[in-house]
C-alpha cells in the first residue's frame, strides 16, 4: 500500500516537475529597448534598437563598437516583420525591457490603430514604456542616431521625455494604456510627444557623433501631435502644447515670463499645479469649464526697479501670470477647436460624467460640438518664495 | 494614559518624518560643471557642459566618448532657456558644482545684467564658481573645446586660473560673489578675466584633437576685461593686467624681468605682496595711494658681470624691481584713468571707507574726479635669497673669441 502511493506521487511529480522547459538564457536574448514603427508601401518596417551587452558592461570599457545595434525588416503584419528579423539578428527579440515606441509621422498620418492590437496582445510586450511620434522623419531614422550621456539611446529617450516632461513640461510621457484608453474613448482624443532629429542621420549613427563634446547629431523633443481617434491630424508648437499640460494639471514644473511695469521679464517658476476640467450643460448646451490652480517661485528677474519686499509686486506678477496662462489656455483650445476640431482636454468625457443623459445625445458627433463649444477659463496663480535673494542685484547697480 | 501618548507620538512623526520626499539619485543628474551664456538675437543661448559620469569613472576603461557633453538651447529668458535643455538631455541640469561661468563677449559688452539675478537667486546655484569672459569668441565655443591633462575642461580652467593667479600675475580670479560685490559696490568697477581659444573649434571638440601631444586646439587665460558698469568697455594689456593686480595685492608670486646694467636681463621672483590703497579726501581735488611691498629672490640672471655678493648690486636690483612694477601699475592707472575711464582700483569705495560723508557729496562725479586724480605710487622691493648658487656661472665662463673670428 505504502509502496503504492509512492510510485503515484512519484510519477506524477514527473509531470508537474517539468524544470525550465521554455527557458531562455541571457545570452539568447536580444534585449529590445526601441522599437521603431514605419510604413512603407502598404508594408511595415519595423526597427528595433538592441542592446549590444559587451559594450556597455561596467567592468570594461568597450572596444570602440556601437552600443547599441539597429534591425530593420518588412512586412505585411507588425507581428510577421518581427519575427523576420530573426533572419539577419543571431537571438531572437525580446520586448519586455521596451522603453520607447516611435511611430513614424507618415504611418501616423494614416493611423496607428492596427499596431496596437499586437503591442496589447502579446505577452511579452509591458505597459511602462512611452510612445511618441518622429517629427519630420521616419521613426526608423530616430532611432539609428547615438546619444551622449546615456549610452543607449532608447535609455536616453525615456530619460529625457520623463525629464523634461517633469521640469519643463511642454512634452508627456504616454504610455500605451493612456494612447489606447483616449483612442477608443468618444469624449477624448489622444496626444503624443514629437520627437525630432536635429543634424543629419548619417553623422549620428557612427561612434564618432559621440565622441566630440557636442554631437553634431541629437534628438530632440518637439511639440506634441494631436489625433483623432488614430490619426494625427496636426502638430502643437511648443506654447501651445504646454497650455494643454496646464489645462490638464499635467504641469509638474515649469518656467514662464511675465512682463515688468518698466519694460523687462520677470520669470516665474511653477512648482506645483491642480487643475479641473469639467463640462455641464447650460441653457441647452454642453459648455466647458478649465479652472487652474498654480503655485511657484520668482525664479529670475531681469529688469530694472522691481521691489520683492513689497506685496504689491507679488501681487502684480501674480495678476500678470494669471492674464498671461489663461490667455495662452484660451487661444489653445480656440485653435484646437477650429482646426482640427479634435477634442484632446476630454471635455466629452467630462460631459459623460456630469450629464450621462445628456451625453447620449451629443456623443456620436461629439467632436462637432466640441469645435463650437463655449470654454471658460480660470487660473488662480500664488506666488510663494523669491529664491535666496530678494531684490534684484539689477536695482543696486541702477543706483551707482 | 501612556498609551495614548505613544499613539499620539507615533502619529505626529508620521507627518513629521517624511523621509526624503524630494530627493533626486545621482544617476538623474546632469552634473554641470561649465556654463557659457550668449546672446543672439534678443535671445540668451545657453550652454552647459556636463559631465559624461562613465567616461571619467576612474576604475574602468572608457568607451571613446567624450568625457564631457555639451547642450545648448536658446530663450527668452536665462531660466526657460536651461530648463529647455531637458528636451534634449536625458537628465535634469544640476547646478551645484558649477566650476566657471563664461561670458560671451559679445554678451559682456552689451551688459551681464539681465543674467546676473537669476544666478544669485537660484538656491541650486552656488557662489563659488570662477567667471571669466571669451575674449573674441563666444562662451559655447570656449566650452566646446576639450582638454588634455583634466579630463573634465571646466576642471581644467578652474585649475589653471588657481595656479596661474598663485605663479602668474596677469589673471584674476573672480568668483559670482565678487562680481556681484563689485558691480553694485559704489566707486567699484568689476573687472573678469579674459580666456581666449587658440585653434579652432572643429577640432577642439573631438577626442582626436587629445591624441597628440600638443592638441591644436588650447584654451588660454589672457589678460583682464574692465566694465562700466555691466558692460565691458575694454581689455587691459599684460602689463596693464599686472599693474592692476600688483596696486590690489592680488599677486601671491610672480617673476619680474629687469634689465642689467649691461646686456642681458636679470629675473626676481617675487613670493610676498602687501598693498595698501588709500584715497585722501579732499572734494574734487583728492588723492590716491598705492603702497606695495614686496620681498622676492633672485630667480635668474642672463647676463655676465652682475656680482651678486656686493650690497649694491641687490640695491641695484631692488631699485629695477621696484621701477618695473611702478611702471606697471601706472599704466594700468593711465589705462582706467584716461583711456577707459573706469575705477577697477577701488579708489572710491576707500574714499567711502575714509571719508563717508564726504564720499556722499562726491559719489555722483566720481569718475570724473578719478580721471584726474593724482595717483602716488610707492613699491618697496625686499631681496633676501638668491637661490641655489650666488653669482651665475655666466661670470666664470671664459671670453674665448668666436670660432667664426679664428677663421
Known amino acids: 500500500m505504502e ?3 509512492l510510485m503515484i506521487i512519484f510519477f506524477s511529480s514527473l509531470l508537474l516537475l517539468s524544470g525550465c522547459w521554455n527557458k531562455r538564457e541571457l545570452n539568447e536574448l536580444s534585449i529590445v529597448l ?9 508594408q511595415y518596417l519595423i526597427t528595433a534598437q538592441v542592446v549590444n551587452p559587451s559594450e556597455i558592461a561596467s567592468k570594461k570599457g568597450g572596444s570602440g563598437k556601437a552600443p547599441v545595434v539597429v534591425y530593420q525588416e518588412k512586412g505585411e503584419t507588425l507581428f510577421e516583420a518581427v519575427r523576420k528579423i530573426t533572419t539577419v539578428a543571431p537571438r531572437k527579440l525580446y520586448f519586455s525591457h521596451l ?3 516611435v511611430f513614424g509621422e507618415e504611418l501616423a498620418k494614416e493611423g496607428i490603430g492596427e499596431m496596437i492590437d499586437a503591442l496589447l496582445r502579446d505577452s511579452e510586450v509591458r505597459n511602462d514604456f512611452f510612445i511618441t511620434v518622429s517629427k519630420n522623419s521616419s521613426a526608423a531614422d530616430v532611432l539609428k542616431v547615438l546619444t551622449p550621456l546615456e549610452k543607449i539611446p532608447a535609455n536616453s529617450l525615456f530619460a529625457s521625455l520623463k525629464a523634461s516632461a517633469k521640469s519643463w513640461s511642454p512634452t508627456k510621457g504616454v504610455t500605451l494604456d493612456n494612447l489606447v484608453t483616449n483612442m477608443v474613448s468618444d469624449g477624448i482624443n489622444p496626444i503624443l510627444t514629437g520627437v525630432e532629429i536635429s543634424g543629419n542621420v548619417p553623422e549620428g549613427e557612427m561612434n564618432k557623433n559621440v565622441a566630440q563634446t557636442k554631437p553634431k547629431t541629437i534628438l530632440k523633443y518637439k511639440g506634441m501631435a494631436i489625433f483623432k481617434q488614430d490619426k494625427l491630424i496636426g502638430w502643437m508648437n511648443e506654447r501651445e502644447s504646454k497650455a494643454v499640460h496646464y489645462a490638464l494639471g499635467k504641469v509638474k514644473s515649469s518656467v514662464g515670463y511675465v512682463k515688468c511695469p518698466q519694460g523687462g521679464k520677470v520669470v516665474i517658476e511653477v512648482v506645483r499645479t491642480k487643475s479641473k476640467l469639467h463640462a455641464k450643460m447650460k441653457s441647452g448646451k454642453p459648455h466647458g469649464f478649465v479652472k487652474v490652480k498654480t503655485q511657484g517661485n520668482v525664479g529670475e528677474v531681469e529688469c530694472h526697479g522691481l521691489d520683492l519686499t513689497n506685496p504689491k509686486s507679488i501681487s502684480y506678477l501674480e495678476k500678470e501670470s494669471e492674464k498671461n496662462l489663461s490667455e495662452i489656455i484660451k487661444s489653445t483650445i480656440q485653435h484646437v477647436q477650429k482646426d482640427y476640431r479634435s477634442d484632446i482636454f476630454g471635455f466629452g468625457e467630462a460631459l459623460y460624467r456630469s450629464e450621462p443623459n445628456e451625453w447620449n445625445k451629443y456623443k456620436n458627433d461629439w467632436n462637432q460640438t466640441f469645435s463650437q463649444m463655449p470654454v471658460t477659463i480660470r487660473v488662480d496663480m500664488e506666488i510663494r518664495q523669491t529664491g535666496t535673494i530678494n531684490n534684484s542685484p539689477l536695482n543696486k547697480m541702477e543706483n551707482k | 494614559m501612556n498609551q495614548k501618548f505613544l499613539l499620539i507620538v507615533s502619529i505626529c512623526s508620521l507627518i513629521l518624518l517624511t523621509s526624503c520626499w524630494n530627493r533626486i539619485e545621482l544617476n538623474e543628474l546632469a552634473i554641470v560643471v561649465g556654463m557659457g551664456i550668449d546672446y543672439d538675437d534678443g535671445k540668451f543661448i545657453v550652454t552647459a557642459q556636463v559631465v559624461n559620469p562613465g567616461e571619467i569613472a576612474a576604475y574602468q576603461g572608457s568607451g571613446g566618448n567624450s568625457p564631457v557633453v555639451v547642450y545648448q538651447e536658446k530663450g527668452n529668458t536665462l531660466f526657460e532657456a536651461i530648463r529647455r535643455i531637458t528636451t534634449v538631455s536625458p537628465r535634469k541640469l544640476y547646478f551645484s558644482h558649477l566650476r566657471l561661468l563664461v561670458y560671451g563677449e559679445e554678451l559682456a559688452k552689451k551688459g551681464l545684467g539681465k543674467s546676473l539675478d537669476f544666478l544669485s537667486r537660484d538656491p541650486e546655484i552656488r557662489t563659488d564658481f570662477y567667471v571669466a569672459i571669451a575674449k573674441n569668441s563666444k562662451a559655447g565655443d570656449i566650452l566646446k573645446v576639450l582638454t588634455a591633462m583634466e579630463k573634465i575642461p571646466a576642471q581644467q580652467l578652474f585649475e589653471s586660473l588657481l595656479a596661474s593667479e598663485k605663479a602668474w600675475a596677469p589673471t584674476m580670479p573672480i568668483t ?14 568689476a573687472k573678469l578675466t579674459g580666456i581666449m581659444r587658440m585653434g579652432n573649434v572643429q577640432t577642439g571638440e573631438k577626442l582626436e584633437d587629445l591624441q597628440q601631444s600638443k592638441p591644436a586646439t588650447i584654451l588660454k587665460y589672457d589678460a583682464i576685461g574692465v566694465f562700466r558698469k555691466d558692460q565691458l568697455v575694454g581689455w587691459l594689456t599684460e602689463d596693464e593686467s599686472k599693474g ?10 610672480t617673476v619680474v624681468t629687469i634689465p642689467c646694467p649691461e646686456k642681458g636681463t636679470a629675473n626676481i621672483e617675487l613670493n610676498q605682496t602687501n598693498s595698501e590703497l588709500k ?27 652682475l656680482d651678486l655678493s656686493k650690497q649694491e648690486t641687490m640695491r641695484f636690483l631692488e631699485i629695477k624691481t621696484e621701477k618695473e612694477i611702478q611702471q606697471n601699475i601706472f599704466k594700468a592707472l593711465h589705462a582706467s584713468q584716461k583711456e577707459y575711464k573706469v575705477d577697477p582700483f577701488g579708489f572710491g569705495e576707500a574714499a567711502r571707507r575714509s571719508n563717508p560723508k564726504v564720499w556722499h557729496l562726491i559719489k ?18 625686499k631681496i633676501h635669497d638668491l637661490g641655489m648658487i650666488k653669482n651665475s656661472p655666466l661670470n666664470k665662463i671664459k671670453k674665448y673669441p668666436a670660432i667664426q673670428n679664428q677663421q
Open chain 1, 3 to 5: 509502496r503504492k502511493t
Open chain 1, 34 to 42: 526601441g522599437l521603431g514603427i514605419d510604413k512603407v508601401k502598404e
Open chain 1, 99 to 101: 522603453r520607447i515606441v
Open chain 2, 176 to 189: 559670482m560673489d565678487q562680481l556681484n560685490l563689485d558691480l553694485i559696490g559704489e566707486g567699484i568697477n
Open chain 2, 244 to 253: 592692476l593686480n600688483h596696486a590690489l595685492g592680488n599677486v601671491k608670486s
Open chain 2, 279 to 305: 584715497t585722501e579726501v579732499l572734494g574734487h581735488k583728492s588723492k590716491g595711494r598705492i603702497k606695495v611691498v614686496l620681498k622676492g629672490n633672485v630667480g635668474g640672471v642672463q647676463c655676465k658681470t
Open chain 2, 364 to 381: 555722483n562725479d566720481w569718475i570724473q574726479i578719478f580721471e584726474k586724480m593724482p595717483v602716488e605710487v610707492k613699491v618697496t622691493v
